[in-house]
């Protein structure tokens, strides 16, 4: 199974290679192509665009004309804003049309911001909307394509499907039209009409290429559709980013203060609670100094080897806040540690040619430090390896065991938090774990020079 968290919009399902339930097709894509739902559906889209797209550059067009024209009073603005509103309800439109017809998933734009309610806050929000104006701009150009692609999509399909079946109809030309035929040509001297048998076979075989060809044409015509409606009528890039920023500061702030309730439970259950013993141990051992020197000594010796432990808590805690040794010898010694406390043997490479920052050197090192321990606890693994490159602008990290495989990011583990910390940072997580094995994870982190 392969997982990659990432971005894109939705499409129809795959290559379709599969028919339903999972049974492969007995016939070629290119042969099945004419009868399938996606190419009519497309089809479909086609020859509704023409009558929308008429409708909406009317629209459009004489809305922006009269509210141009009515500028010089203030009747000019309320049209305008009219006029983008009306674009707007277009869009709504035509992302449920494409939503339906060619199985273009776009997100809604964003909405007006608007200071206070009321009509004038309205108008205003509507003229400084920058996504109003787009859809409106998708209006105007909409139509010429939709004239164009209306008449190529109409004339193949037609040509290609009447030139298919006219050995089922040439029969009316001698019946009813007083030829023999389909005329080929003609002129004052002679005609040329396809009436004998290898002539209405050759006419047959070029309908079925023609037929054969046309859903390509059409898929080919309603890409240009899908760019059209996912650059104009879905949300800017803009808006995309502020969206995706918002919802990586809340991940950033939900996992710094899960780290900081982990730090509290561990210093209050591990060295906190370890601690106030040995206070209460030494007291104990104050108390008996004068009455029971020996006991008392032993008391102490027991508190010392508390205050050991105890400082290998903190020590242990520490190294997981940020360790010493990433911040003095960078990733390679770091990750080496690691490495070392691992349960499976662990092989790593790390080749850099420099140190990255130190915020994306600490997010690789929690990264890999993750990775392995799932591999300790839940591979099954005999041996690990984990390799460190930079390509480009990238710093790369993979993590790979020969254990059991199945790793499933899907399922709310580990893997689909450490996801959504590597995405906080415009990370990616490309999860590779088929069932039996091997495991192959890699993630994705920008490269920012120390």
């Known amino acids: 199974m392969a997982t990659r968290y990432g971005q894109g919009y939705g499409e129809w399902g795959g290559p379709g290679s599969q028919g339903a339930g999972g049974r492969p097709h007995r016939l070629p894509v290119a042969l099945r192509a004419p009868i399938e739902g996606r190419s009519w559906a497309e089809f479909c889209y086609l020859l509704l665009s023409l009558p929308i797209g008429i409708t909406m550059f009317t629209y459009s067009v004489t809305m922006f004309s009269v509210g141009a024209g009515l500028l010089v009073t203030f009747l000019g603005i309320p049209v305008l804003a009219a006029a983008l509103g009306g674009c707007r309800g277009f869009g709504a439109l035509e992302r449920a049309r494409a939503r339906t017809l060619l199985g273009l998933e776009v997100a809604d734009p964003e909405p007006l911001r608007m200071k206070r309610p009321g009509a004038m806050a309205w108008i205003g929000a509507m003229l400084k909307s920058g996504s109003s104006w787009r859809q ?11 004239v164009f692609s209306f008449s190529v999509g109409i004339t193949f399909w037609v040509t290609g499907w009447a030139l298919l079946t006219y050995p089922l109809w040439f029969w009316l030309f001698p019946m009813y039209g007083g030829q023999g035929g389909l005329q080929l040509y003609g002129d004052e001297t002679h005609s040329v009409y396809l009436d004998n048998p290898f002539e209405i076979t050759v006419t047959a075989l070029v309908g079925l290429l023609l037929t054969l060809a046309t859903p390509w ?229 920008p490269w920012r020079s120390a």
């Open 136 to 146: 409106m701009l998708y209006t105007v150009l909409q139509f010429p394509w939709a």
């Open 217 to 445: 044409i059409v898929r080919g015509l309603t890409t240009v559709d899908r760019l059209l409606v996912h650059g104009l009528l879905g949300p800017s890039r803009l808006a995309t980013r502020v969206v995706e920023l918002e919802s990586d500061r809340g991940v950033v702030v939900d996992t710094a203060a899960a780290d900081l309730r982990r730090i509290e439970r561990d210093l209050h259950d591990g060295a906190g609670a370890r601690l106030v013993a040995l206070a209460m141990d030494l007291g104990l051992a104050k108390e008996k100094l004068a009455a029971d020197p020996q006991a008392a000594a032993r008391m102490v010796d027991e508190a010392h080897g508390e205050v050991k432990t105890a400082l290998r808590e903190l020590r242990d805690l520490a190294r997981g806040i940020h360790p010493a040794v990433l911040t003095d010898r960078g990733l390679d010694a770091a990750l080496s540690a690691v490495a070392s406390r691992c349960t499976v043997p662990v092989q790593v490479d790390v080749d850099l040619p420099a140190r990255p920052a130190p915020a994306i050197e600490g997010i690789a090192y929690f990264t890999v430090s993750e990775l392995l321990q799932n591999v300790g606890k839940h591979a099954r693994a005999t041996r690990a390896t984990v390799d460190v490159w930079r390509a480009q602008n990238r710093l790369l990290l993979q993590v790979a065991d020969d254990g059991v495989g199945g790793a499933d990011p899907s399922g709310g583990s580990g893997l689909a938090g450490l996801a959504e910390r590597l995405d906080a940072v415009d990370g990616v997580l490309v999860v590779d774990s088929p069932a039996g094995g091997p495991t192959r994870i890699t993630a994705e982190l």
